[in-house]
């Protein structure tokens, strides 16, 4: 470990891409990578091995930080518990102009990629997450300005991709974008959430057998998260979600059970074959603008619509 440690560092110093050659090699504890760019040989043929479960993170820090073209898993795992980062596959801490391209997550004991600490100006491209114990990607903590595209997450221990703004930060996440992924393969809780965030664009994603709603826009008061404003949701296709009993969520879920949800569109979506009922807004908190326009339901199990709270404005849907 100290080794991978002090190569990135001599990297650093040297202004040097840090490249690690196919084959694989065993990190003890947190790899951190700063301000530099790390290459693999690519995504099966370089695979990076954790074997302490409860630290096991390879950290990114500082400006123009870059991981690509690797497998990181872990050799075991351990219970999510307090959902600690150190027990991620990879955590943005903080970073600016980031990328992580092309990595194969695999076996992590809580998220596969998490941007925290004001993380911003990044990209997540092209990556394979699985059999995460927690979210597949996570973005928290006040990070911005993040584009989210073309990754597989599947199998994940809670949500696929999230963004959530908790009370105690001091602005939501704010300026995502979570464009044209693959998320299902029974991940056992939403598809795509936000859970308190503004200008949020969710785009051309298909979302499929995910245990709750596929897309879930949602200010939660049991996890004291702050509101949501400007969130759109464009030309995704979400089949059979909302699996898991009781719960019964719809294909789409919002809902409010804390603060202010407003100015909210659905447009262009497919959106099929929920597993309980098609559509849901919901909640006994403050709901204002919910637009579905140009939307098409097919709905063969429970209602196709439940709408029980907010200003709902309908436009040239089908099936509704």
């Known amino acids: 470990?100290?080794?991978?440690?002090?190569?990135?560092?001599?990297?650093?110093?040297?202004?040097?891409?840090?490249?690690?050659?196919?084959?694989?090699?065993?990190?003890?504890?947190?790899?951190?990578?700063?301000?530099?760019?790390?290459?693999?040989?690519?995504?099966?043929?370089?695979?990076?091995?954790?074997?302490?479960?409860?630290?096991?993170?390879?950290?990114?820090?500082?400006?123009?930080?870059?991981?690509?073209?690797?497998?990181?898993?872990?050799?075991?795992?351990?219970?999510?518990?307090?959902?600690?980062?150190?027990?991620?596959?990879?955590?943005?801490?903080?970073?600016?102009?980031?990328?992580?391209?092309?990595?194969?997550?695999?076996?992590?004991?809580?998220?596969?990629?998490?941007?925290?600490?004001?993380?911003?100006?990044?990209?997540?491209?092209?990556?394979?997450?699985?059999?995460?114990?927690?979210?597949?990607?996570?973005?928290?903590?006040?990070?911005?300005?993040?584009t989210v595209e073309n990754n597989t997450v599947m199998g994940v221990g809670d949500d696929g991709i999230a963004v959530v703004s908790y009370g105690t930060s001091s602005t939501p996440v704010n300026n995502i974008t979570i464009r044209n992924n693959k998320i299902g393969n029974f991940s056992k809780a939403r598809g795509i959430s936000v859970v308190g965030g503004e200008d949020v664009l969710i785009e051309g994603n298909n979302v499929a057998d995910t245990m709750m709603a596929g897309i879930y826009i949602s200010a939660e008061g049991s996890y004291n998260t702050l509101n949501v404003d400007r969130i759109k949701v464009n030309g995704n296709t979400i089949h059979h979600t909302g699996i898991q009993e009781p719960q019964n969520h719809p294909n789409v879920l919002v809902y409010a059970s804390t603060g202010v949800i407003d100015n909210v569109e659905f447009n262009n979506n497919m959106i099929t074959h929920g597993a309980h009922r098609g559509i849901g807004v919901w909640g006994d908190a403050t709901i204002k603008n919910v637009t579905f326009r140009q939307n098409t339901l097919i709905n063969t199990n429970g209602a196709a619509t439940t709408f029980k709270n907010g200003i709902i404005k309908l436009i040239d849907n089908i099936g509704f």
């Open 1 to 146: 470990m100290s080794a991978f440690n002090a190569a990135a560092k001599a990297a650093k110093s040297q202004g040097k891409t840090l490249t690690i050659p196919a084959g694989e090699f065993l990190l003890s504890s947190i790899f951190t990578i700063d301000g530099i760019k790390v290459v693999g040989a690519g995504s099966a043929e370089t695979v990076l091995i954790s074997t302490n479960p409860e630290k096991g993170s390879i950290d990114l820090k500082g400006d123009r930080v870059e991981l690509r073209n690797l497998k990181h898993e872990y050799k075991t795992t351990v219970p999510r518990g307090n959902g600690a980062h150190e027990k991620n596959s990879i955590t943005v801490r903080s970073a600016s102009n980031f990328v992580i391209d092309n990595i194969h997550v695999s076996k992590s004991s809580t998220a596969g990629i998490m941007m925290a600490y004001g993380s911003k100006n990044g990209v997540i491209s092209n990556n394979t997450v699985e059999t995460t114990g927690a979210d597949g990607i996570h973005m928290t903590t006040e990070s911005h300005h993040i």
